[in-house]
């Protein structure tokens, strides 16, 4: 019998000493990606704003292919204004990777 008592959705990692690292729930991430992206570029207004809104469009794009190496130069390059409205529209798994990308 297992010392372990594991239920409801996806584990990252189980055990003793166990560790997993770089783990997102890929559903919620997309969602998140996706519903970012239409309020990056709802809200962008100035060149340096568009050009935040397409590399997480662009972040967006490589994270449906598995490329997980683009996906966090997008989110590095989409800069503070993309952190700042992650979190103020509640994307938060997006933006702790934002938020890890730029080492805030």
Do not use: H
Request: aromatic share 4%; glycine share 8%; hydrophobic share 40%.
């Amino acid at each position: 019998m297992s010392k372990y008592k594991i239920s409801g959705g996806n584990q990252g990692s189980v055990g003793d000493n166990a560790r997993a690292k770089n783990f997102t729930q890929n559903a919620v991430f997309m969602r998140e990606l996706t519903d970012l992206t239409a309020e990056l570029t709802k809200r962008a207004r100035t060149p340096e704003q568009l050009e935040a809104a397409r590399q997480i469009a662009d972040a967006e794009a490589a994270a449906k292919t598995g490329d997980s190496s683009t996906v966090r130069k997008k989110l590095k390059a989409a800069g503070a204004w993309a952190l700042g409205v992650a979190k103020e529209v509640g994307t938060d798994v997006v933006a702790k990777v934002i938020s890890q990308q730029l080492g805030a």
